[in-house]
Antibody
């Protein structure tokens, strides 16, 4: 059974860093690309980033380019979203999702002074 | 990248049919597959249509998808409306980098 579990969210101050995790089970993170999507409170879905399954390609939304990076640990079957220079507007629930329509439950990031 | 435009809200009565449109701003709607997600309050999005008109297993056949090249738009049709269909619906396609996703702004369905 395919499952994605996000973790690592919390309350942080502007300008600081945070790393989110997306633990996968039921499939290998090397077999399919995994996206990050965020949703600010009361707003719509915003695509954030994707790491291709073979790590040959990674793409980022313009709003996070240069501040967010992706990595993965195959031994843990986990994908990471490293976020730095966080801004108030980065506050959102962050989801990881596969092209096959599997989504995690999300983790909340609040950037506030 | 292009934009996907959805109506902010639609409504329908139980047992009736509603259509939710998703218009692509530039480039052909047929160029990249369109997916549709349902999101109930407090929950994560769930896939209801993929590859324009395919239904994942477990999604009722009351949900159907289509594309219309003349209006450069995709549509989600929900027939025989049920109160449990009340949710936000998002269309999604693929951007210029092929792998990146583009979402519509979402449509609130009231039943």
């Amino acid at each position: 059974q395919v499952r994605l579990v996000e973790s690592g969210g919390g309350v942080v101050q502007p300008g600081t860093s945070l790393t989110l995790s997306c633990a996968a089970s039921g499939f290998s993170v090397t077999s399919i690309g995994i996206h990050w999507v965020r949703q600010a409170p009361g707003k719509g879905l915003e695509w954030v980033a994707i790491l291709a399954s073979d790590e040959s390609s990674e793409f980022y939304a313009d709003s996070v380019k240069g501040r967010f990076t992706l990595s993965r640990d195959i031994s843990k079957n986990t994908l990471y979203l490293h976020m730095k220079i966080l801004r108030n507007e980065d506050s959102a629930v962050y989801y990881c999702a596969t092209i096959g329509g599997h989504w995690g439950q999300g983790t909340l990031v609040t950037v506030s002074s | 990248n292009f934009m996907l435009t959805q109506p902010r809200s639609v409504s329908g009565s139980p047992g009736k049919t509603v259509d939710i449109s998703c218009t692509r701003s530039s480039g052909s709607i047929a160029r990249n597959y369109v997916q549709w997600y349902q999101q109930r309050p407090g929950g994560a999005p769930t896939l209801v249509i993929y590859e324009d008109n395919q239904r994942p297993s477990g999604v009722p056949d009351r949900f159907s998808g289509s594309i219309d090249s003349s209006s450069n738009s995709a549509s989600l049709t929900i027939s025989r409306l049920e109160t449990e269909d009340e949710a936000d619906y998002y269309c999604q396609s693929y951007g210029s980098d092929t792998l990146n996703w583009v979402f519509g702004g979402g449509t609130k369905l009231t039943v």
